[in-house]
T-cell receptor, first 111, second 114 residues
Framework: LAKTTQPISMDSYEGQEVNITCSHN???????ITWYQQFPSQGPRFIIQ???TKVTNEVASLFIPADRKSSTLSLPRVSLSDTAVYYC????????????FGSGTQLTVLP | GAGVSQSPRYKVAKRGQDVALRCDPI?????LFWYQQALGQGPEFLTY????????KSGLPSDRFFAERPEGSVSTLKIQRTQQEDSAVYLC????????????FGSGTQLSVL
């Protein structure tokens, strides 16, 4: 299983862009990178998924360098409501155990 | 329903009691997962179903934990003789089918064992 490493916590201010980096040195050829967001008392929610280069949707962008050993989730112009835990997962989904969450990154957005 | 539904939302059990936690996945979703989330930690994989078949139960912490999905839809996670260390949030997630499809999570059942 590809192990991921993320910062434990990050602080930001409203309106700023936030970048959360995840390291996954042992990523396999078929693995995808997926990010989830979790608010207190709720289950995780899918944010974005990518394989290489850049992916953008209505809430975030995901940057993946050519070697794919890391990825960066970018949240533009964060608001207080973006305060949550963010998880990076790596796998091709073929093994249920691949869908294992690490400890995630606690993002706190300050006014 | 539109999302994954779990019940009860909260469960308090005395040590030694048996509990049953229910998950209603999104209609038509083939895959169903159970996770355990301790306070301040990420969700940890417990078990996985594809339709009614339990394909992976390697994450179940002991033989006191049992999960079933007899008709390939609703699933129940049963914990026998609960212990204090079983206190956690139990999350259920479903996925349409394709490997890279995203997981849809319920809000979880918070289990407190006294």
């Amino acid at each position: 299983l590809a192990k991921t490493t993320q910062p434990i916590s990050m602080d930001s201010y409203e309106g700023q862009e936030v970048n959360i980096t995840c390291s996954h040195n042992n990523i396999a050829t078929n693995d995808y990178i997926t990010w989830y967001q979790q608010f207190p008392s709720q289950g995780p929610r899918f944010i974005i998924q990518g394989y290489k280069t850049k992916v953008t949707n209505e809430v975030a962008s995901l940057f993946i360098p050519a070697d794919r050993k890391s990825s960066t989730l970018s949240l533009p112009r964060v608001s207080l409501s973006d305060t949550a835990v963010y998880y990076c997962l790596v796998g091709d989904g073929g093994s249920a155990r691949q869908l294992t969450f690490g400890s995630g990154t606690q993002l706190t957005v300050l006014p | 329903g539109a999302g994954v539904s779990q019940s009860p939302r909260y469960k308090v059990a005395k040590r030694g009691q048996d509990v049953a936690l229910r998950c209603d996945p999104i209609s038509g979703h083939v895959s169903l997962f159970w996770y355990q989330q301790a306070l301040g930690q990420g969700p940890e994989f417990l078990t996985y179903f594809q339709n009614e078949a339990q394909l992976d139960k390697s994450g179940l912490p002991s033989d006191r934990f049992f999960a079933e999905r007899p008709e390939g839809s609703v699933s129940t996670l049963k914990i026998q003789r609960t212990q204090q260390e079983d206190s956690a949030v139990y999350l259920c997630a479903s996925r349409l089918d394709t490997r890279r499809e995203k997981l849809f999570f319920g809000s979880g059942t918070q289990l407190s064992v006294l």
